[in-house]
């Protein structure tokens, strides 16, 4: 394995897309299964600890968070061992009280302002938390939001 370098992939991002490119490109140049997720390991540790080292480095408490954030982000396209599979969904505990109460209002259909009011905080607010939540469940809109929570028994019906 001390052949395999992780080397930036030109317009590759991380995350799941950028994560099966590099098995992809890997695999093409012969490498076994078990290499390849070593490699994707390798690189994706890697990764996670320049980040956090950066973040160590930032005297910006807030681009600090988001370094560390995209760290734990990037952590978890770690391919699991073999014979483990990672959970499709996610766990509810993820989701923090407020958040959690953010979701339930989504699913009537008000605009996030009048959630900010019902809630006694800013629009912006909301928004941080919807965002938090979209990004959570794995989703981009507000309808998959609110079918992810029911699938995943976080709200009712």
């Given at each position: 394995m001390s052949d395999v370098r992780c080397a930036p992939v030109s317009g590759c991002a991380l995350g799941e897309n950028g994560v099966s490119l590099l098995r992809g490109r890997l695999r093409s140049l012969s490498y076994e299964a078990t290499s390849v997720d070593a490699a994707v390991t390798t690189c994706l540790v890697w990764v996670a600890g320049?980040?956090?080292?950066?973040?160590?480095?930032?005297?910006?408490?807030?681009?600090?968070?988001?370094?560390v954030h995209e760290a734990s982000a990037v952590l978890a396209e770690v391919p699991a061992p073999s014979g483990h599979t990672k959970p499709s969904l996610p766990?509810?505990?993820?989701?923090?009280?407020?958040?959690?109460?953010?979701?339930?209002?989504l699913q009537e259909e008000i605009p996030l302002r009048q959630i900010a009011e019902r809630m006694y905080v800013s629009y912006n607010t909301i928004k941080s938390h919807t965002r938090a939540v979209y990004h959570k469940l794995g989703v981009c809109s507000r309808a998959e939001a609110v079918a992810r929570a029911r699938e995943l028994g976080l709200v009712q019906r």
């Open positions: 320049v980040l956090v080292g950066v973040a160590g480095g930032i005297a910006d408490a807030r681009s600090a968070g988001a370094l766990a509810p505990h993820l989701l923090t009280d407020r958040q959690l109460a953010v979701l339930r209002q």
